[in-house]
């Protein structure tokens, strides 16, 4: 069975940082593309980062540009995102994301396998 388990949320003031953490487990995720996405209530679910299976720099979305850092542990199959600079609009659930291909895509329909979400809120 394949799990995704997305912890390190919490609340912060606005200009701290926090560090997420996305565990996978029930399958071998090293040849897979990997990425977070967040929603806020009433809106759609959208991307913020991805990291191709080959690792390296990741894709960003403009609003987490320069902010946000993904990264992979291979070994540990584990997903990262460093949160920086955090503002009161980051405020939202945060999931993690798994697809079979290679290639780190932006869209929600790119991804088979999803995490349960952590709340992560900003305070101004």
């Known amino acids: 069975q394949v799990q995704l388990i997305e912890s390190g949320g919490g609340l912060v003031q606005a200009g701290g940082s926090l560090r997420l953490s996305c565990a996978a487990s029930?399958?071998?995720?090293?040849?897979?593309?990997l990425a977070w996405f967040r929603q806020t209530p009433g809106k759609e679910r959208e991307f913020v980062a991805a990291?191709?299976?080959?690792?390296?720099?990741?894709v960003y979305a403009d609003s987490v540009k320069g902010r946000f850092t993904i990264s992979r542990d291979i070994a540990k199959n584990t997903l990262y995102l460093q949160m920086n600079s955090l503002k009161f609009e980051d405020t939202a659930v945060y999931y993690c994301?798994?697809?079979?291909?290679?290639?780190?895509?932006?869209?929600?329909?790119?991804?088979?396998?999803w995490g349960q979400g952590t709340q992560v809120t900003v305070s101004s």
């Open positions: 994301a798994a697809r079979s291909g290679l290639v780190a895509l932006t869209s929600t329909r790119g991804y088979a396998y």
């Open positions: 029930g399958r071998d995720f090293s040849m897979s593309a």
């Open positions: 990291i191709s299976q080959i690792g390296g720099a990741g």
